[in-house]
């Protein structure tokens, strides 16, 4: 079983930054994706960020681009959001997924990937 294990989040203020862990353990995927994906309250999980190792490509959203930027750190099998002028907006529990590739439909990153992890609270707030 693939396993995807959140950390990192917090309480920042506006405009503050903030990087998020997601550790992934188990079988190796091959093609495989790396999803960012986002839940605040009453709204729809929203996908903000994915890499496919098919084109070696990250996909971002308008919604956060310029914002927020995945990484990864091979030899720990980690991946990182980094955050930076956070919004008030931005709160939310984040997640990290997996599966074979990314599907964006619509500029959305579709957020039916097959692996998730439980999620790690990011609260933005004065």
């Known amino acids: 079983q693939l396993q995807l294990v959140e950390s990192g989040g917090d309480l920042v203020q506006p405009g503050g930054s903030l990087i998020l862990s997601c550790a992934v353990s188990?079988?190796?995927?091959?093609?495989?994706?790396i999803g960012w994906f986002r839940q605040a309250p009453g709204k729809e999980r929203e996908g903000i960020s994915c890499?496919?190792?098919?084109?070696?490509?990250?996909y971002t959203p308008d919604s956060v681009k310029g914002r927020f930027t995945m990484s990864r750190d091979n030899a720990k099998n980690t991946w990182f959001l980094q955050m930076d002028s956070l919004k008030l907006e931005d709160t939310a529990v984040y997640y990290c997924?997996?599966?074979?590739?990314?599907?964006?439909?619509?500029?959305?990153?579709?957020?039916?990937?097959?692996?998730w992890g439980k999620g790690t609270l990011v609260t933005v707030s004065p």
């Open positions: 188990g079988f190796t995927l091959d093609p495989y994706a």
């Open positions: 997924a997996a599966d074979i590739a990314c599907t964006v439909i619509h500029n959305q990153i579709y957020n039916g990937m097959k692996y």
């Open positions: 890499f496919t190792s098919l084109d070696g490509n990250t």
